[in-house]
């Protein structure tokens, strides 16, 4: 009754720990995958899961095609550096094998609370907990936006929250954040540009970045999350700058 899908990426690190998690709830498993040349098509096919290849459409896109290809009566959505823990298996567990009822308004999707990991730390504070994000949801009731960056899940029909969380361990090394943030910079200055924010901007460039610093560090308790917090709330306002000095760059380039 539950399709689990993900898109991957060069996963080999952490496919495997995320496919195991799901191994109990996932009647198939649909892994859409867009040019690896590591381990991770090797990883996906030895758990049975469906190996798609295919270029890369944007993250909105790409999720939306792995999506397409489930056939259960639920789709759990999941990155590849994400893992399902077991307080939230069991809950899910319990959803998609509840009867929905005639005469009923079923809960057509389910918000899931993440637990955010920054150099192996859990990020409790900054507004990185609970970050709900939606996940399971009623198949042909939910797709993504088809943005580039930071897409977002919609469904139609009522929504309701989950209490167990997601394992999400993106980021264990400065390195690999520095360069997702590089790119995530360089795909949301696309973004600004079509939106008409093309001007170099010192409140965009700066004044925005230090503000974004000053409220999640200082006003949404930031700090309370040690080094590790200052670290990441450092370089995040780095990237909100790098996205509108890229945006401005590009606009340069093409003579706007």
Not at 16 to 26: H, I
Request: proline share 4%; charged share 25%.
């Amino acid at each position: 009754m539950l399709s689990v899908a993900i898109i991957t990426l060069n996963e080999e690190r952490n496919l495997e720990r995320t496919l195991m998690s799901v191994r109990a709830l996932a009647g198939e498993t649909v892994v859409v995958d867009c040019g690896s040349t590591d381990g991770t098509l090797e990883i996906a096919r030895r758990s049975g899961a469906k190996v798609f290849e295919e270029p890369w459409k944007g993250y909105g896109a790409q999720k939306n095609s792995a999506i397409a290809k489930c056939t259960g009566q639920w789709v759990l959505s999941l990155d590849a550096d994400e893992v399902v823990e077991p307080e939230l298996a069991t809950e899910i567990q319990s959803v998609v094998g509840a009867p929905s009822g005639e005469g009923k308004d079923p809960l057509n999707g389910y918000f899931i609370p993440r637990k955010n990991f920054f150099l192996g730390r859990w990020m409790k504070q900054g507004g990185f907990w609970p970050d709900p994000k939606i996940r399971l949801f009623r198949r042909g009731t939910g797709q993504f936006e088809e943005r580039q960056v930071h897409e977002t899940m919609r469904v139609s029909g009522r929504i309701g929250i989950l209490r167990g969380a997601l394992l999400h361990d993106t980021y264990p090394t400065l390195e690999g954040y520095l360069a997702q943030m590089n790119r995530y910079s360089s795909l949301g200055a696309q973004m600004a540009v079509a939106n008409g924010q093309r001007a170099f901007n010192p409140l965009n460039i700066v004044v925005r970045p230090g503000l974004t610093f000053f409220y999640n560090y200082f006003i949404r308790l930031g700090f309370l999350d040690g080094k590790e917090g200052l670290l990441l709330h450092l370089y995040h306002a780095s990237y909100v700058s790098w996205k509108y000095a890229k945006a401005w760059e590009t606009s340069r380039a093409r003579g706007k």
